[in-house]
């Protein structure tokens, strides 16, 4: 069976990557999974159609015959469990990655956007700056226990995990900021992520989107 997935028809992200599909994108291309792409305008993510898929009417949206799911991290678990290359066979293991997938989208990822979204919608605020402080604060919180238990490794738990997808996924958000840079150890580990084959192909897929919509 056929899986699709839905994505932005123009995505907000300029084809950075940072739009929650590019995850989805990525998971499929690390186990070879081959999948289609539906494209969604922000007034068809409204609609009927696909509120009876994504009830909050986001993306990504992931089908695979009569099984639908939301949620990319729910998506990119299910893809892990049912194919090999995201979650190590060892049972303990295992469930050290399941961990550092949730330490991803719930611990590092809720301040990370809302740093990015304070930047945008409530910079004529009265209380932008005192905001973005605690914020930046507690992002770098987040990031010096991370750091700490990185160290020199390669990646958090042994080989390349779900886990690893997702917090470099949570991890390329700071880019346009400079707080990643005093962090050098995770920013070679967010480099080392983008270097492997299967998020080059799925960056490229996502791009190709934008730039197609963009007559570019």
């Known amino acids: 069976m056929t899986i699709t997935i839905t994505a932005f028809e123009r995505s907000p992200d300029r084809g950075r990557g940072l739009a929650r599909d590019m995850r989805v994108r990525w998971a499929l291309e690390e186990v070879g999974e081959p999948y289609e792409v539906r494209l969604l305008s922000f007034k068809a993510m409204k609609e009927p159609a696909h509120l009876a898929l994504q009830p909050f009417g986001q993306i990504p949206t992931y089908e695979e015959g009569d099984l639908t799911l939301f949620e990319s991290g729910a ?18 293991a295992r469930a050290r ?71 470099v996924s949570v991890l390329l958000r700071l880019r346009s900021s400079n707080i990643l ?27 190709a989107v934008f730039q197609a919509a963009s007559g570019g």
């Not at 998506?75 to 303990?92: C, S």
């Not at 209380?127 to 390669?154: M, P, Q, T, V």
């Not at 150890?185 to 299967?198: G, I, T």
């Open 75 to 92: 998506i990119i678990f299910h893809i892990a469990e049912r194919h090999t290359g995201l979650l190590p066979d060892d049972a303990n």
């Open 97 to 167: 990655a399941i961990s550092w997938m949730f330490a991803a989208l719930n611990t590092v990822e809720p301040p990370i956007v809302d740093h990015s979204l304070t930047r945008i919608l409530e910079r004529d605020q009265p209380w932008y700056e005192h905001r973005l402080r605690a914020l930046d604060e507690s992002i770098r919180k987040r990031l010096d226990s991370l750091s700490a238990r990185l160290g020199d490794a390669e990646w958090l738990d042994g080989p390349f995990s779900a886990g690893d997808l997702l917090m």
């Open 181 to 207: 840079d005093a962090y050098p150890n995770l920013a070679a580990y967010v480099a080392r992520a983008e270097a492997r084959p299967a998020y080059q192909r799925a960056f490229a897929a996502q791009l």
